[in-house]
């Protein structure tokens, strides 16, 4: 017998909404170090379970447990908390210049911190990266000068890129990271292409790129995936799942029913979903991934699972959509606190140093900031010449062009 | 009549509609429960329903497509995309699909879709919410391009896009949301409350595509421009008390050229102002219009007013915005000869 029934439209809604309590009790979060490591040449299709789980490192405890602990030194642990450590107070510092008025816009990666920092620790320095916006952390891991990121986001003299883009939208070509576009989801075919020229060129480097939970519903992301197994692109995607895209919760991007990390499965892709917070997870699944594509064995979608902790950029009020104490309530907990944790645990790091770390960057961010409000801030009006805006639309200014700089007066 | 902004009058617009015809939808990025980034669709939701006004994925194409899906259903859907610089993605859903169903179909199928659309500058918003891409939209014939410049018209032609029956792209430009910004950045900028076009009539009504308006009576120099530009244009006549006459075109597709050619030919002198880029902009076209219908009354050539053909640079905002000096310029130069 047919269904002659009347049909009916189906709108996904979150959970939570403002005024209710925080719930988080739908999340399956396995165990810490309950998952094998599947050799890196495992096969694709036997791998899509790691696409429905959660590889976790870091137990309650703070230790570091399973196969998938990549058992760093201590040196790097510390490297990494101090990365981490520096981003969330360099942004931190950004949002307060923001609210002064000295800048225009600024967007935080608060609490998601980990998987950016973790995945440039991860790959080499020679990797090329192609980011999305809140991948701050990926360039101060890499050490990218402090103030150049200060002076971009003031469009002063000496922003590196002129003045031409909002703040956060770096370029870096220095420190192998594609100048960022305001233009959701472009980055990541992009960086398919790349890995593509470097497998093509018999080169040694891979290609990382990172995108939004929400802006894999774009069509840029099933290009990337399908191109990077068409050519098994030495490339590693990360999705950032931080639960939201401004307003819309993640069911909006991708239904109720499948992962992030589930999309490679239809391209013959693996899709590792990680616990995003969990420093070593991250780290583990990068390397395992970063080692994959080297080995010539194609590209790997990663998904990170973690909690966008503030605002969606200073233009948003998240208290507007979401109960405002969401964050307090996230299961897989601050991924500053659990990586501070587990080096104590291990005894390599104490209260004491933690503090001491902490007053370091707080100075060392005030300083940079007093430098480069010196150099000029967007309030100031100490900005790159007026004539550069004519410049780098074409590598040589047309006739036109140069008729219009005449009449701007330039 | 209620004093409204540029927001609440398009709000109203959707609500009378959305209560008026149960084939409207309205869907977009944020649109649902949040109300959208600008506040357009605010309450909608919760008034009409989660199935009227709902959130939609980060999908320019598929919004669109989706749109179009619903269009040969029969409905009405009015998407929401959520700067104009973020429209590209679904150019070939707009240009292939939309814009030639009709045409390709014999009229066997139509397409009432109406894509809603924040555009402009003025707002330090970058070279990503900041762009005028009018001109892309024009060039596609099968499309109909609005773009409104004050509250009364933003509710009027947003009505009437959504009763169109072919595809609209409806450009608000989001510098006027809260007031009439005429490009003086440096003064404050007049609420919309204090100014004619904010009184708006609380139920239905509509604003004819195809209708310019002539919002300065003058004889020494015409003005065609729409949106934020119209603002801008009336300070700069303000300010060098020119007799300009300004013309508000309200609809770029279908264009009022009676109302152009009119005022052209009693004043012999015409400035064509937009925020876009000028190669290939809209204004080549109207340009290239009053040339071929008002050759024989013109007393000098037709003076183009625009952003410089650089991407819109996020230090500069103020040099590159057209502002009343450089219209005042263009009036200038127009008189000149
Ligand atoms: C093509 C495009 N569409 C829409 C936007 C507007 N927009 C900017 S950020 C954003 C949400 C992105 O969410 P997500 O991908 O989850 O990244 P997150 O902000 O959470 O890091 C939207 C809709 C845009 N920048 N580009
Ligand atoms: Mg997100």
Redesign the interface.
Known sequence: MRNRGTL??H?P?PHN?PGDAPDFSNILIPPAGALERPPIDANARALSPYAYTLIRVLDAEGRAVGAWNPHLEPQALIKGLHDMMLTRAFDERMYRVQRQGKI??YVKSTGEEAVSVAAAHAVEASDMCFPAYRQQGFLIARGYPLIDMMCQCF?NVR?PI?????PV?YSASSHNFFTV?????TQFPQAVGWAMASAYKNDDRIAVSFIGD??T????FHHALNFAAVYRAPVVLNVVNNQW????FNG???GEEATFAARAIGYGLPGLRVDGNDFLAVYAAEQWAAERARANLGATLIEHYTYRAEAHST??DPS??RPTDEWQAWPLGDPVARLKQHLIHIGAWSEAEHQALSDEIATLTRETQREAETIGT?ATGS??A?AT??ED?YEEIPW??QA?MKE?GV | MTAMNMIQALNSALDVMLAKDPNVLVFG??V???GG?FRATEGLQKKHG??RC?????????LVAVGIGMSVYGLRPVVEIQFA??I??AYDQIVSEAARIRYRSGGDFHVPLTIRTPYGGGI??????SQSPEALFTHVTGLKTVVPSNPRDAKGLLISAIEDNDPVIFLEPKRLYSGPFDGYHDRPVQPWSKHGLSEVPDGYYSVPLGEAAVVREGSAVTVLCYGTMVHVALAAAEATGIDAEIIDLRTLIPLDIKAIVRSVQKTGRCVVAHEAT??SGYGAELSALVQEHCFYHLEAPVQRVTG????Y????EW??FPGPDRVAEGMRRALAS
Request: hydrophobic share 30%; charged share 20%.
């Open positions: 009916s439209l709108i809604e909404r225009s816009f469009s922003d002129k003045g031409r883009q909002l939208m576009s305001g233009n959701l989801g929400g802006t519903a774009e069509g840029d895209a401004i307003s819309s909006i991007a991708c233009s948003d507007r959509y967007l900005r790159p007026k805006m004519f639309v036109h062009l219009q701007a | 990025q944020d649902g429960y949040f980034v989660m199935t709902f959130d939609a994925p980060i999908a320019e194409s598929g610089d973020y590209y993605p330090y918003g970058g070279q990503t919410h000028q190669t410089w053909d650089t991407p640079p996020h230090a500069f040099d590159y």
